[in-house]
């Protein structure tokens, strides 16, 4: 709980500083993620390659122009991340972790109302909640539980992300379709139980921004 309280007092900060207090466009960003998990159960075994989750994400977004064509975007966003291990016998192991993802991406864009975008950046997350959907078989060489009486997995999520897409301008209001690629640096794993697993997701969403103060570079 301490953590948790310490999570949400970053992002209070974040939401009351000046330059946020400039921000240009807020909206929501909404869709689909799809996860994959690669892992080590020992040191010197091959990585082991597994399906993930797929699940709705959704989020708040905060968008400032810095410059007619670039900009910095905050997110605070709902995400579920996990895996889905299967056997020859087509037996399930299946675990879902629910995150809070707060993404900080820098935007660049390229065109006038139609417009392409990448976007490039860093993400923070923390854990909110982890269940066991199916767990058919047991083995070694497995991944363990995470939504376990006893299980303690890391909390922290951090990473980077990178994406692309288009969008469209009506007025002051944005409507922009993007395929976003994230891969985590954090280790979920703190019982020692496997020796190394990484996680990487994809997503496809849509946006809806509204533009709530005029860009600087307009009034120059």
């Not at 390229?110 to 923390?126: D, L, S």
Request: proline share 3%; charged share 20%; aromatic share 12%.
């Amino acid at each position: 709980m301490p953590k948790l309280k310490f999570f949400w007092g970053v992002i209070l900060l974040l939401l009351l500083t000046h330059e946020l207090a400039a921000q240009t466009s807020v909206g929501f960003r909404g869709g689909y993620s799809i996860s994959n998990v690669s892992y080590r159960a020992s040191p010197g075994s091959r990585t082991e390659r597994v399906g993930g989750v797929t699940a709705p994400t959704y989020s708040l977004v905060i968008e400032q122009f810095l410059a007619k064509n670039a900009g910095a975007q905050l997110e605070i966003q709902y995400l579920q991340l996990g895996y889905t291990q299967r056997d020859t016998l087509d037996r399930t192991n299946q675990s879902r972790l629910n995150y809070i993802k707060v993404p900080l991406m820098s935007n660049f864009y390229f065109g006038n109302r139609g417009r392409f975008h990448i976007k490039i950046g860093t993400h923070v997350g923390y854990l909110m909640s982890a269940s066991d959907e199916s767990r058919e078989y047991e083995g070694s060489t497995l991944i363990p539980t995470y939504g376990g009486e006893n299980d303690r997995p890391n909390k922290i999520l951090y990473g980077l992300s990178a994406g692309a897409g288009l969008s469209n301008l009506f007025g002051k209001s944005t409507l922009a379709g993007e395929v976003r690629f994230s891969y985590d640096f954090n280790r979920l794993e703190a019982q020692n139980r496997i020796f190394d697993m990484t996680s990487t997701n994809l997503e496809v969403t849509l946006s809806y921004l509204f533009q709530v103060v005029k860009p600087k570079w307009k009034n120059e």
